[in-house]
């Protein structure tokens, strides 16, 4: 799964994001009785959106994530869109958390959100062997290639 290329209709793509984000003032209620709802309306959000949730865990105070998401999506407007729908649909579950959290703001302003890509030891090695292979190839070939700007007489 690290090497597994998504499919739009003209391209390829390989975009993961580690997101942390955490609740208002960060009260720590997410493994409370909240839990199980709030990764069932993750979960839920990221699939209307087309979002594979690689790995995801609910802190007591905040959550992590591993995504991947398509470029056809800003990692900004993804996070405003599953920020505001699952406060929203937290509100409408749980009516009493508009006392703890007023004017219906359950996440805190912001995220931390970093590119995972492949590691550079990896790149660097690819170099390395896409190098020695066109020259296995260029031994490989029998016809001698003259300079076109020399005269060959």
């Known amino acids: 799964m690290a090497h597994k290329l998504n ?3 003209h391209t390829k793509w390989m975009c993961k994001y580690h997101i942390v984000f955490t609740p208002k003032y960060r009260r720590k209620l997410i493994y409370n009785q909240y839990r199980k709802d709030l990764a069932d309306y993750l979960t839920r959000l990221c699939k209307y959106k087309g979002v ?13 994530m591993l995504v991947s998401i398509p470029p056809k999506l800003s990692v900004a407007s993804f ?4 920020k505001g729908k699952s406060a929203l649909m937290m509100f409408d579950q749980h009516a009493n958390l508009k006392y703890k959290f007023g004017n ?4 805190a302003e912001g995220y931390y959100v970093s590119t995972v890509g492949m590691n550079e030891s990896t790149i660097k090695k690819y170099i390395r062997d896409q190098e020695r292979n066109d020259m296995v190839k260029d ?3 029998t016809i ?9 007489r």
């Open 144 to 152: 001698e290639y003259q300079d076109p700007f020399k005269s060959g």
């Open 139 to 141: 031994k490989l070939t």
């Open 79 to 82: 996070m405003g869109y599953l």
């Open 7 to 9: 499919s739009l209709a």
């Open 52 to 64: 594979e949730i690689i790995e995801g865990h609910l802190m007591p105070d905040h959550v992590h």
């Open 104 to 107: 219906r703001h359950f996440w």
